[in-house]
């Protein structure tokens, strides 16, 4: 069975700039997260989708941040414009609907000089 | 909202001997507690899970424990071995398809 599949794997971006990160999901499952995960901390939920609508956003900084899942398969998540603070790993996993045993990618790293 | 708290933030064991890493939640309603380990640069992979049914759950050398009345989780393993070493998660979530909420982590290392 494939994983979760990210990209870009790195990225180096300056201050201001925008960036945009790519998810595809195991094949079957529902629900996708996406996580930030700055160094020497846990994971923080940023977005939780169930197919293509959002289930919870609370933590996810709207005015420079967005995220879609269109046709409820892959996701995007967008930094615009990007801050400093903004450098961290970012995590999506996805797990199937009705369970919340979830799968992680290998995440993107970004780094904001 | 759910908060999950992790303790110690390091451990350091030696070889062989047993490793505990500890967890309270703040949502009476968590039934569902997975522990995820992290190696250095790679993605959090699920070592074992426990839902609010039971008290327990072993796998060979981790077992999870589940406290529901006083709100605890702990993570024991027992015969440690290099290939230990890593950052341990906590987690909880509190329904079917809701958010998983992630302790902060314990970075535990094995001597040998």
């Known amino acids: 069975e494939a994983g979760v599949a990210q990209s870009p794997r790195y990225k180096i971006i300056e201050k201001r700039q925008s960036v945009a990160f790519w998810c595809n999901p195991i094949?079957?499952?529902?629900?996708l997260y996406w996580y930030q995960q700055i160094l020497g901390q846990g994971p923080k939920l940023l977005i939780q989708?169930?197919?293509?609508?959002?289930?919870?956003d609370s933590q996810l900084p709207k005015d420079r941040f967005s995220a879609e899942r269109l046709k409820g398969v892959d996701s995007t998540l967008k930094i615009q414009p990007a801050k400093l603070e903004d450098s961290a790993v970012y995590l999506c996993?996805?797990?199937?609907?009705?369970?919340?045993?979830?799968?992680f990618g290998q995440g993107t790293r970004l780094t904001v000089v | 909202g759910e908060n999950v708290e992790q303790h110690p933030s390091t451990l350091s064991v030696q070889e062989g001997d047993s490793a505990v890493i500890k967890c309270t939640y703040s949502?009476?309603?968590?039934?569902?507690f997975p522990w995820y380990k992290q190696e250095l640069g790679k993605r959090p992979q699920l070592i074992i899970d426990?839902?609010?049914?039971?008290g327990e759950k072993k796998d060979q050398r981790i077992a999870v424990t589940l406290n529901k009345t006083a709100k605890h989780f702990s993570l024991h393993i027992t015969e440690t071995q290099p290939e230990d070493s890593a950052v341990y998660f906590c987690?909880?979530?509190?329904?079917?398809?809701?958010?998983?909420?992630f302790g902060s982590g314990t970075r535990l290392s094995i001597r040998p």
């Open positions: 996993a996805s797990s199937v609907v009705l369970d919340n045993l979830a799968f």
């Open positions: 094949s079957g499952h529902a629900t």
């Open positions: 989708f169930q197919n293509n609508g959002v289930v919870d």
């Open positions: 949502d009476s309603a968590s039934n569902y």
């Open positions: 426990i839902r609010s049914n039971v």
């Open positions: 987690a909880a979530s509190h329904s079917s398809a809701s958010k998983i909420i």
